[in-house]
């Protein structure tokens, strides 16, 4: 996710904002930059793909003087990862620079009003648009700068975390936030700004965290002024922060991996946003307008992925057979390209990968190509090789996944295979009016729900105390429910090295069943849907062996509570958004266990978080 840092004082600002880009750096990001105004006036802006350390290489020889500066680390999201696409943005006279978190979800209408206007554009990036729109209200209406960002961001839709400079008043910053967090530090004499407190704690403990809708102005020797964008003052209370950095480079959290569980409802929004719409109550994905002929006549689907990519594909296999009446197929990525598959230029090859660098899953997609079969990316990182190498695609848009074993990166996966099914069905005919409303009301409840389920995370934690010291686990689940299964014995197996196998649950009895007595937990996704009352049976065999079984039961479930050793309660949902809930007990209960017994949940032993090689 991109970073933010600002400063305003009496110090060299270049220093202060490279150490702040570095301290940011745990975010992720693909490209950096500053701009700041020197003494005599001119706005210089430097920036390069890549890292930090690249871009200090790079203003070795150039001129980084000056009190005021911004800066900015880059996840793309609109445009690759360039030097070009990374801010700041100058507008078009170079007077102003921007650096911008967030999507703008309008910017192509607005960039196209603004073209015909006569303005001309450098990048690719939704917020070179938001600079020029600014620069343009500043210009045709003659306003000062701060009444030109409100009337823009009338016109803007979407989230934005916002640092402006103005080379004609060079002793002002004003930053802007909606949906996405800016933070302002107050030194003696100066200002500093943030996307999080990090870049900020070293130099000052005071801090103003900017509400949803504020505008600050950081003038030098004055007080910090916070308005909206109707103008009205906003009062928001200087704050004492006591923290140190790794807590909040972690965003309180001790890892990385249970900051990201706890972020999977906010990044199911992001991934939903400008493509569920609640109020016309229905899915618009661009890939399936643009390439709706491809897609529609595709005579089969086949996913390849690797690991957990590889799960959200089996998910997406029932999704997308059920609503779209398609054959699909799931393929492990390194079996499938080493294979001379049957492939024509009838079938739609859909490659899932959170890094899009995965070194097999690339391979299958260019063997596919090849052959002539249309490629379907989804992805998470933006501009990676395999959004790059496809026909088409959708972006998971959850952020950079820092901690190895993936999470929040699974489902968006999935609310991405549904999205697709969802559009495709709609548009093919072969969903009814009824269920297709049904089931886009009930994505939107999605995020609301998975908040439900985080509640439940003290509950697990402790739970998971009388686990820490199995040798083996069993994971079973039936339809919708059996990848999430196979997910939870992977999160285990991979952080706590425990042996965890994950089996559909009618399966146990043609074999798994004889290794299950006392010392083999079987944690049984049990939720209230088709195949119920034969995942009951399947309880009771198991209890008969006298295994400690933990259900993840729907809420108000009577019966599995008197047989199960453990319940865990998930609110109702339709069986096909399930996963969706029932994935994140089974993350907690790996983290929890991992962390009694010691483990470096992070990083664990073996595991790369993106495997570039065979
Ligand atoms: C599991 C995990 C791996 C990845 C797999 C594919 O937690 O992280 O199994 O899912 O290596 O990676 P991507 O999705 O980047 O292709």
Redesign the pocket.
């Known amino acids: 996710m991109c970073g933010i840092v600002g400063y305003i004082g009496k110090k060299g600002a270049y220093n202060i904002l490279i150490k702040g880009l570095k301290r940011l750096e745990y975010r992720g990001y693909d490209s950096a930059g500053v701009a700041m105004i020197n003494s005599n006036g001119a706005l210089n802006v430097y920036k390069t793909k890549g890292k930090v350390c690249e871009l200090e290489n790079y203003v070795k020889d150039k001129d980084i003087t000056g009190n005021i500066g911004i800066a900015h680390t880059r996840w793309a999201t609109h445009g690759e990862p360039s030097s070009q696409n990374a801010h700041p943005h100058y507008s078009e006279s170079r007077n102003l620079a921007i650096i911008h978190n967030g999507i703008i979800e309008n910017y192509a209408d607005l960039k196209k009003k603004l073209q015909e206007k006569g303005v001309h554009f450098r990048s690719d990036t939704d917020t070179e648009v938001l600079v020029q729109l600014i620069e343009y209200i500043q210009l045709q209406k003659k306003l000062d700068l701060l009444t030109a960002v409100q009337y823009a961001l009338r016109e803007v839709i979407g989230a934005y975390a916002i640092a402006l400079l103005d080379k004609t008043n060079p002793n002002q910053i004003i930053a802007a936030r909606k949906q996405s967090p800016l933070v302002v530090g107050i030194g003696k004499d100066e200002f500093f700004l943030g996307s999080d407190a990090s870049p900020i704690v070293e130099y000052t403990d005071k801090v103003v965290y900017l509400e949803d809708g504020a505008i600050a102005v950081m003038r030098l020797g004055e007080e910090l002024k916070i308005v909206n964008i109707l103008n009205h003052k906003m009062d928001t209370p200087v704050q004492t922060i006591d923290i140190n950095l790794g807590q909040i480079e972690k965003g309180g959290f001790p890892h990385f991996m249970l900051k990201e569980i706890f972020e999977q409802p906010e990044c199911i929004t992001n991934c939903m946003r400008g493509r569920v719409n609640t109020s016309a109550n229905n899915v618009t994905l661009s890939a399936v307008i643009d390439y709706k002929k491809q897609l529609v006549n595709a005579k089969r689907f086949i996913i390849v992925?690797?690991?957990?990519?590889?799960?959200a594909g089996l998910i997406g296999k029932q999704i997308l057979e059920s609503l779209c009446r398609k054959p699909v197929d799931v393929e492990y990525?390194s079996e499938f390209r080493y294979r001379n598959p049957v492939l024509t230029k009838d079938d739609v090859v859909i490659a899932?990968?959170?890094?899009?660098?995965?070194a097999?899953?690339l391979a299958a997609v260019n063997m596919a190509k090849e052959k002539g079969a249309f490629i379907y990316g989804i992805?998470?990182?933006i501009g990676s090789s395999?959004p790059r190498s496809t026909d088409t695609g959708s972006y998971i848009h959850v952020g950079p996944?820092i901690g190895?074993?993936?999470?929040k990166?699974?489902t968006g996966?999935v609310t991405v295979l549904t999205m697709l099914a969802l559009a495709l069905a709609n548009v093919m005919g072969t969903i009814e009016e009824k269920k297709y409303l049904e089931i886009v009301k009930e994505l939107s409840l999605i995020p609301d729900k998975m908040k439900e389920v985080l509640n439940l995370n003290d509950k697990i934690e402790s739970l998971s105390r009388a686990f820490t010291y199995a040798h083996n686990f069993l994971y079973l689940g039936r339809g919708f429910s059996y990848p999430v299964a196979l997910?939870g014995a992977?999160?285990l197996k991979?952080i706590s090295y425990i042996h965890a196998e994950g089996y559909p649950a009618a399966e146990m009895k043609h074999g798994p069943i004889a290794l299950i007595d006392s010392d083999m937990p079987v944690v049984v996704v049990a939720t209230h849907n088709a195949l119920y009352e034969k995942v009951i049976s399947n309880i009771q065999e198991i209890k008969a062996r006298n295994a400690r079984v933990i259900a993840l039961v729907t809420k108000g479930d009577k019966t599995i509570s008197k047989i199960a050793d453990q319940v865990i309660e998930l609110p109702a949902t339709i069986e096909c958004l399930e996963p969706l809930l029932s994935t994140i007990p089974l993350q907690l209960l790996a983290y929890h266990i991992a962390v009694c017994k010691g483990k470096n949940v992070d990083q664990p032993r073996n595991?790369?978080?993106?495997?570039t090689v065979e």
């Open positions: 992925a690797c690991g957990t990519s590889w799960h990525a899932i990968s959170q890094s899009g660098e995965t097999d899953t992805c998470n990182a395999i996944e190895v074993a993936s999470t990166a699974f996966q997910e992977l999160k991979e595991l790369a978080k993106s495997v």
